[in-house]
């Protein structure tokens, strides 16, 4: 079992960056694949960016590669996305997950524990 909860949105102008951060809790949650996604307003929710259970392997969407990174903390119990090079249609709920058992996967499906979602809102 593992809680999610997500931090660090906000407004940010165009060009510019954030971090989100994301704290899990909980029994072997530092087991866990992590991934981010993010659902805008009248879109499904999208795949951002994965990270395997060691910290060392990650996935990312084709629309932030190079402009997002995610990455674990050494204790492994806190995820982070740096998003740089903001965009407008980057304005989203971004939401934390967590799985078991999933290599980098990219499929809402696969990922059972989810947090509340952080609001980011990119400016032109």
């Known amino acids: 079992q593992v809680q999610l909860v997500e931090s660090g949105g906000g407004l940010v102008q165009a060009g510019g960056s954030l971090r989100l951060s994301c704290a899990a809790s909980?029994?072997?949650?530092?087991?866990?694949?992590m991934g981010w996604f993010r659902q805008a307003p009248g879109k499904e929710r999208e795949f951002v960016a994965a990270?395997?259970?060691?910290?060392?392997?990650?996935n990312y969407a084709d629309s932030v590669k190079g402009r997002f990174t995610i990455s674990r903390a050494n204790a492994k119990n806190t995820v982070y996305l740096q998003m740089n090079s903001l965009k407008p249609e980057d304005t989203a709920v971004y939401y934390c997950a967590a799985a078991l058992g999933v290599w980098l996967g990219s499929n809402r499906q696969e990922y059972p524990y989810w947090g509340q979602g952080t609001q980011v809102t990119v400016s032109s």
């Open positions: 909980g029994d072997a949650s530092s087991t866990y694949t």
């Open positions: 990270i395997s259970r060691s910290g060392i392997s990650t």
